[in-house]
């Protein structure tokens, strides 16, 4: 059975086009020499593969406007790729991350480049100023193929109010997690702990997983603003149940699904709705083995054990998969209600539901 995901050939079609671009680009900047191959080699090593899920949502509320496939659209589309990429380029900087989907971080393998040739100064330095540099030719690139799409112009001017509201929305987004890591929180209610977990989803994840993809495309086609409104809140719970998910696959995912090591956010201290229902459902002795462990970048396998073993006892996992639950059903229920989706978009988009809560990387 066809994955969703492959319907019209999107996932090879965006690929494609990725790696078009990246040609493109680097003859661009043939003319500076081949220093810079190092910025396109991990550009190019972390745009191979993935779901595409932006990609797919983007297409799919393009065609749920009853507008029909086009490389155009494709190209579009391949933009909300090279966007994510810019973000986890960043993400791992600021998270101070090892890997990315089972290979170094931009950051580190730059770093092991300074490394490797002997070259001056701190390797660590260097790394991560050339892995901005990365994710912001990203983001000047994700601009190029908006505005290079070939779409109507129009079009495109309806999409592009959505477009910039999920490109300053993210940046925030993941200013909110920077803050909400850093503020005190082992004193908040349970209640307010939850809530800021909430918002850091809302606007570091959620909208620009699902949200604004599936509306940048939905209003570049034209579709009416009572269907607008609900695959908005489609898209707001599907990426709300998204971000559930990873964080489970974050404690306690596969490595070799997740491309990360085994309870890495618990290394990198996340603060995440799945360890604020923790610390709500365990005792002292729980509470205290987080507190010391939580965001331990040295930490030993047997204590990520032990801390999965404290936040499943809590009744936490429960609380998450029951949430990621009622999300998903909220998103299949707005879905059903936009009435003017077309017919032949409408089954797709029910079946990324799934795709997007499944309980694997």
């Known amino acids: 059975m066809t994955s969703p995901l492959d319907e019209m050939d999107l996932r090879a079609r965006v690929q494609a086009c990725i790696d078009q671009e990246l040609r493109t680009q680097a003859t661009v900047l043939d003319e500076l020499g ?101 994710g912001n030719l990203c983001l000047t690139w994700t601009d190029e193929l908006v505005a290079t799409s070939g779409l109507p112009v129009d079009d495109l001017a309806r999409g592009r109010e959505v477009f910039d509201r999920m490109r300053t929305q993210l940046m925030a987004g993941q200013f909110l997690d920077v803050v909400d890591s850093v503020r005190p ?47 908005s809140s489609y898209g707001l719970d599907l990426g709300h149940a998204f971000q559930l998910r990873d964080d489970l696959l974050g404690v306690f995912g596969d490595p070799e699904s997740t491309g990360k090591p085994a309870g890495d956010d618990l290394r990198e201290g996340k603060r995440t709705v799945l360890i604020a229902h923790t610390l709500s459902g365990t005792d002292d002795a729980g509470r205290q083995l987080l507190r010391t462990h939580l965001g331990d970048p040295d930490l030993a396998p047997a204590t990520v054990d032990d801390l999965r073993d404290v936040i499943t006892a809590s009744g936490a996992v429960d609380a998450v998969e029951d949430e990621i639950s009622t999300l998903a059903s909220h998103a299949r229920a707005s879905l059903e209600a936009a009435t003017g989706i077309a017919p032949d978009a409408r089954p797709v988009l029910d079946a990324l539901v799934e795709i997007s809560t499944a309980r694997t990387a």
Not at 101 to 113: E, Q, S
Not at 194 to 206: N, P
Not at 215 to 221: K, S
Request: net charge negative; charged share 25%; aromatic share 6%.
């Open 34 to 134: 081949p220093d810079v191959t190092d910025l396109l080699d991990r550009i190019g090593s972390l745009l191979v593969g993935g779901k595409r899920l932006r990609a797919a949502f983007l297409y799919w509320g393009h065609r749920a406007a009853g507008r029909p496939d086009s490389d155009a659209l494709v190209r579009l589309a391949t933009a909300m790729e090279f966007f994510q990429a810019a973000a986890l380029i960043h993400d791992d900087v600021m998270d101070d991350s090892d890997t990315r989907r089972g290979m170094p971080a931009a950051h580190r393998a730059l770093a092991a480049v300074h490394t490797e040739r002997g070259w001056g100064g701190d390797d660590e330095r260097f790394g991560v100023a050339g892995a901005i540099l990365a």
């Open 185 to 231: 929180w082992d004193d908040l209610p349970s209640a307010e702990r939850i809530e800021r977990a909430q918002r850091v989803i809302r606007y570091k994840s959620a909208k620009y997983t699902v949200e604004h993809p599936l509306l940048i495309g939905a209003t570049a086609g034209g579709l009416p603003d009572s269907d607008l409104a609900h695959l």
